[in-house]
């Protein structure tokens, strides 16, 4: 299946149109943002591989902030552990999930990973990814299913909580005063 969508960034003056192909063995998704944000024009191009639950096993983000340009990949290897940039690295270990903060996309990651029944909640370690601050580091979220189509985002180092509504699929609809999605189409192949 392949799934097309398109989302408005609120805060972050963005459009960004988002493939995604599902298949027997897993997930790719690419996806093209541009936008402003802070007097700063921006394009992000990003490409995610998943396993069929949903599982990170590659990122790579290509990005121009202004006229300076940059690039990052996160990839799993044989023996499951991180490597960042083609460098091993201990610092994202207990890490399975990715988040990119110009684009609700990531927030499906954990959302379709969990499965989370009505109520029920998890605390996750994810691999945080701010493009404007040039950061890559891992810190810890909860996501907690108050219904069908909402989860409570809570984000523990910045004490920020929102309530993510998502469609049957597990696809950002609203994520409030950052996201909203405009578009969806999807063919089945």
């Known amino acids: 299946m392949q799934t097309n969508l398109l989302w408005t960034g609120i805060e972050y003056y963005s459009l960004e149109n988002c493939l995604v192909n599902t298949g027997n063995t897993g997930n790719e ?13 921006y394009s992000v191009a990003y490409f995610i591989e ?19 340009e940059n690039k990052i990949t996160l990839q799993k290897d ?5 490597l960042f940039n083609n460098s091993r690295t201990d610092l994202f270990e207990h890490c399975i999930d990715v988040d990119i903060s110009v684009t609700p996309f990531t927030n499906s990651l954990p959302v379709n990973r969990l499965k989370l029944l009505r109520e029920q ?30 989860f409570l985002y809570k984000n523990f180092p910045n004490d920020f ?8 699929y597990g696809f950002v609809i609203n994520y409030p005063s950052l996201f909203k999605r405009t578009t969806i189409i999807q063919t089945i192949e």
Do not use: H, P
């Open 161 to 168: 909580e929102a309530e993510i509504e998502v469609d049957m």
């Open 50 to 68: 998943t396993d069929i639950n949903w599982q990170t096993r590659f990122l790579e983000i290509n990005y121009r902030i202004n006229n300076k």
């Open 121 to 150: 909640e998890a605390k996750i370690n994810v691999i945080y990814i701010n493009i404007f601050e040039q950061q890559v580091k891992a810190l810890q979220q909860t996501y907690q299913r108050l219904s069908d189509g909402k």
């Open 78 to 82: 044989a023996c499951n552990n991180w």
């Open 29 to 41: 998704i690419s996806s093209n943002i541009i936008g402003c944000f802070e007097q700063k024009i």
